[in-house]
Structures are given as structure tokens and as C-alpha cells.
């Protein structure tokens, strides 16, 4: 089984700061990579596919890069709607979900 | 517009039986790999199960055997069938409709509002 690993694991920024989160698999997964951002009570919203296609709707600020086992999200000035946790999921074989990342106000 | 809308979820004890419904609007649910993805009560997200449009499935380790996935295209509905029912099932239950990109990488591109199952004498 593949697993995924993010780091970190929670951190703290200020609107308008540049936040990168990792997200690591245990094997090479080429491209088949993908972010999440979640909010509380709420069901996940996809951001990038394939590791750095953005999702329609989803405004640029937001950035992936990477391939094979290392991983990158970038908000590149943090709003105060991007507070929420960030899940990075592979879709090489089958499906798995990094454990989140959680990004709060300092 | 796509729409997906869970409901059936609800306090079962340990060892029962219970069934997910998710009802589709927008797309046709056969025509799309759909799945299941829970999360426990403050924690992240897992994967459960996925039916392929061709009608393959496959599921999670932690719920092989115990949860079978399955569709029924005249209603345009996704289901999820959970026996032996575990504390550890205790999660909200999402259903999600996956995307592609030319048929090489799938991601979760719809997601449904959740339904809550709690597993608890």
C-alpha cells in the first residue's frame, strides 16, 4: 500500500503570508497527485489535480508542484478564507489520503 | 448542476447492519467511477470504496468484506451495504463522484454534504 505523509502537520500564518505544505508517498507516484482543502463541518473541495492543474474555480494563488514522491502546495498570499486543513490524496493505485495539514490564524 | 445527496446513516450497535444511499442529479452515475470516503470524528479523511463505471470495485482493507459498494442505475443512486458494524466505522460517510484526466488519474471532483454513522451500544 502506498502512504502518503504531510508536513507539516499544523501551522500557524498571517493573511497575506506564502504558506508550502509537503506531502511525501512512500513510493514514486509519478503525477497522480492530488490537493484538497477542507473547512469545518464542510466536504472537501478539490484545488489541484494531477499534481499541478488548478480546478476550475479555484483562484491562482493556489499552486502544486512535484512528481514522483515529493510534493508541494502553494498559497502564495493567504487569505482569510484559505484557514482550513489540506489533504494531499494519490491516485496511483487506488486511493490514499495524507493525514492534513492544518492551517490556523496566528 | 451536480448533486450529490447522502442520507441512511444514524446510531447502530456494534455487529448491525446499515445502508448508505446517495442520490445523483446532474450526471449519470454509471457513466463515472463513484466512491465512499469517511472521517472520524476530528480526524482526516479515509478512503473507503469506489465502483468503476465498467462495475469493477474495490474497497479499503479496513472494511473488505464487511461493506459492499453498488449502484442501481435506474434510480441514479450510489449505495454503500456496512455489516459487522465496528466503534471504529463511527464516521461521517461521504459520497463522491471522481474526475479524470483522460482516463489516467481520477480525483474527487463532487462531493456530497456527508451522513453521520455512530456505532455505539
Known amino acids: 500500500d502506498i502512504q502518503m505523509t504531510q508536513s507539516p502537520s499544523s501551522l500557524s500564518a498571517s493573511v497575506g503570508d506564502r504558506v508550502t505544505i509537503t506531502c511525501r508517498a512512500s513510493q514514486s507516484i509519478s503525477s497522480y497527485l492530488n490537493w484538497y482543502q477542507q473547512k469545518p463541518g464542510k466536504a472537501p473541495k478539490l484545488l489541484i489535480y494531477?499534481?499541478?492543474s488548478l480546478q476550475s474555480g479555484v483562484p491562482s494563488r493556489f499552486s502544486g508542484s512535484g512528481s514522483g514522491t515529493d510534493f508541494t502546495l502553494t498559497i502564495s498570499s493567504l487569505q482569510p478564507e484559505d484557514f482550513a486543513t489540506y489533504y494531499c490524496q494519490q491516485s496511483y493505485t487506488l486511493f490514499t489520503f495524507g493525514p492534513g495539514t492544518k492551517v490556523d490564524i496566528k | 448542476e451536480v448533486q450529490l445527496v447522502e442520507s441512511g446513516g444514524g446510531l447502530i450497535q456494534p455487529g448491525g447492519s446499515l445502508r448508505l444511499s446517495c442520490a445523483a442529479s446532474?450526471?449519470?452515475?454509471?457513466?463515472?467511477?463513484m466512491s465512499w470516503v469517511r472521517q472520524a470524528p476530528g480526524k482526516g479523511l479515509e478512503w473507503v470504496s469506489v465502483i468503476y463505471s465498467g462495475g469493477s470495485t474495490y474497497y479499503a482493507d479496513s472494511v473488505k468484506g464487511r461493506f459492499t459498494i453498488s449502484r442501481d442505475n435506474s434510480k441514479n443512486t450510489l449505495y454503500l451495504q456496512m455489516n459487522s458494524l465496528r466503534a471504529e466505522d463511527t464516521a461521517v460517510y461521504y459520497c463522491?463522484?471522481?474526475?479524470?484526466?483522460?482516463?489516467?488519474?481520477?480525483?474527487?471532483?463532487?462531493w456530497g454534504q456527508g451522513t453521520l454513522v455512530t456505532v455505539s451500544s
Open positions: 463522491a463522484r471522481m474526475g479524470d484526466v483522460l482516463e489516467w488519474l481520477y480525483y474527487f471532483d463532487y
Open positions: 494531477a499534481a499541478s
Open positions: 446532474g450526471f449519470t452515475v454509471s457513466s463515472n467511477y
